[in-house]
């Protein structure tokens, strides 16, 4: 009897070794969802139409259909994988893995994932391309920088002429 319950022990125990060696696997292989990376309060799911003009004092995560403005100066927009979204967008932070037609303005950043189609005009500090992301349109980074820019090559053209002049 005693080697029986022995027995029934060490089975017991390598079993739930195995199951939990299972659910540290399953939950490695679990990618977490843009409403959890950013903590997104406000969400529109894949199931959702909107059209119209969207005001959000918080981070949000678009992954249906919206037609219209999305403005969210202070926060992060996130377009899911599912999302159809013809707006243009107002924000902080915008990270792209689905498909916008639309003009961009961030404060920040815009990524564009791997999944990401996006036709329209971006405006921010820093743009990252993800390998494999579908852009059309123009990038300015640094815009307040364009009259210094300007100038600059302005004042570069003075000088080369200047110098090429017979003397």
Do not use: W
């Not at 903590?39 to 969207?54: F, N, Q, R, Y």
């Not at 920040?108 to 921010?124: D, Q, R, Y």
């Amino acid at each position: 009897m005693k080697d029986l319950l022995i027995s029934i022990n060490q089975q017991m125990s390598a079993l739930l070794q195995k199951v939990k060696r299972m659910r540290q696997s399953t939950q490695a292989d679990i990618k977490p969802s843009l409403v959890d990376i950013l903590g997104a309060k406000s969400v529109l799911m894949s199931d959702v139409t909107i059209e119209g003009e969207l005001h959000c004092d918080q981070n949000l995560v678009v992954d249906g259909q919206f037609k219209g403005v999305i403005m969210a100066p202070n926060n992060t927009v996130a377009i899911g994988p599912n999302a159809l979204v013809y707006a243009d967008i107002i924000a902080n932070k915008v990270v792209i893995q689905g498909a916008l037609k639309g003009d961009i303005k961030a404060g920040c950043s815009v990524v564009l994932n791997t999944s990401a189609k996006v036709s329209g005009n971006i405006e921010a500090d820093v743009v990252d391309l993800e390998n494999g992301a579908r852009f059309k349109g123009i990038i300015a980074m640094d815009p307040q920088q364009e009259e210094a820019i300007d100038v600059a090559l302005e004042e570069a053209a003075k000088v080369g002429s200047v110098t090429m002049e017979p003397g």
